[in-house]
DNA sequence: CTGAAAGCGCTTACAG
DNA sequence: CTGAAAGCGCTTACAG
């Protein structure tokens, strides 16, 4: 294979260490020593073994990032960012992903990989408190998203409880009144639109609206399909929602399609709210309005948590970050002009 | 840190070469031996380092894959599928991405992280044949998309001209007389749409088409945004065309959200036929017809390639390699019912 | 400012 | 079936 460097050494006629020294860019070694030394590096076509050094280290330069889905633009938008993020500390990128599943994100927060990931970004669906409990090993884990935990890891998420009664404030302001919730969960126990449905809650009953229960449509999944079949279901059971607040963008899409193909009109006869602001959001015929969580701010403050832990501030206290959001009207949510 | 295997060893009280055995699931060990030993890794929690294992066999079991952009859903969904086909041969994937840019490119072929990754797929935009040549080190690379290279390296991508011929095609067949095509790019010696132009022309040609160069329409990037900014151009510049060949389905969505705006009806005064097939497409208002490349025959096809290189076959002759497509019709070049 | 040597934690011929 | 030892290619105290 390639030249090591006490090849380099050897030919250029000084020890390992000073061609090191060259190779790492320390000071104090002579402009002459130096030209001799990478003489020998280009004539060798030499190219430092990272293993190497990352097993002397015992770092990588490796983060690892979990989402649920790459499918849904939202991970997909995050991940780019988190890749930049970390691109910006000298860190790389190992991507996997979990279809949301707790076995896989059982696996992967427990020790994916030792040794070769410093540290790992985990954005868990199904994943309980017991689980991150379990854990082994001490390599920095931050979560990310909705779900919570009493468990003493980083946490980074805009208040989801908040946010949605954004979203449906806007909707009541509108003068809705039947507004739906799209993307509860079937099974209770593990509930990861949570806190965006007391939200809902809370708002309804802050504006005085009615709470009613028959318009919450739960799902098995977060994505289009899911967001048209929950919003056939729901019509196809008599509810009459003037409004929908769908728990992510894909499901509003998919909930728009369905309206649309039953000859319902967005936003005059029912408006529309999503969550995430994915940029196909703002392209769909019907742009739609969305709850937009600072990624950006996301993917830095994920990425500089995992760094902060590497790198001389270990004993951090865990701490629940908290990123902005905004809500992004667009023309799903047109107030009534005829 | 953690235990090593000499922990182990010590502590069960034998050598390290059975402690290993017991880890790697080596045959040939006595039962009570490997009950010994998994209880001294157990009792130490000891897991092994996979850094060191690396630096031993000279593989890390990594894969990196750089696409464009994880932004356009076309390269996050086939991301999706690269890493399960990794995940399938026991390998893992690194993310990067590059934003179509000649330099990252090439940084990224050249090198990217030595040693630390066994191979590399690649979604090249503005790299150039010479960057390849130009290439040092021997881990396997493999190239993904359309761009066309004279370098010895395994490629693979459908038939783009075939699969563009077929979508021109679709629309003279419905009686489309002014097909107009979406996304060459203004600086033409890099053409990434190149072969996708050269069918458009092909079966204009063949269909007995006029050729109409004022129908084809320049753009600098191939996202939503710039469908809409090269259809609006063109329109502005007073083309009249019945129907609109996109580079990719986000210009084609980009395209058909600048059309409705303008009042055009799709598709009825003007079809619409993608390229990708990303699942967005199939869920817009107007669902779009797209060329719905394999992508798990891609990204199979790729890890294949790559894991094949580095067990048993380096010496493979580098192969073109074409996977299937097809076109799938949809709303947007429905006939016409009016 | 440079050199000789130990060691990061594994795997793997080589013996026995 | 198991043990003692070398070595993967680096970095880094320790001398000088």
Redesign the pocket.
Known sequence: ?GA???DVAQLAG?????V??V??NY????PA?RERVQRAIDQLG?R??LT??H????RTGIIALAVPELGNPYFAELAGAVIDAAARHDYTVLLDHTAGLREKEVLVSHGFRAHVIDGLILSPIELETSDLLARPGDAPLVLLGEREYDAPYDHIAIDNVAAARTAVRHLSGLGRQRIAFLGARREMARQPAHLRLRGWREELAAAGLPHDETLVAATDGYGRWDGAAAMNALLDRGARPDAVFAYNDLMALGAMRALVERGLRVPQDVSVVGFDDVEEGRFSTIALTTVSPDKQSIARLAVERVVARLTGAPQLEPERIRPGYTLVARESTAPRTA
């Open positions: 294979m090591s460097l006490k000084v020890s390992v260490k000073t090191s020294n190779v790492n000071p104090h070694v002579t020593m030499y430092p073994n190497a050094r097993l002397r280290k015992g």
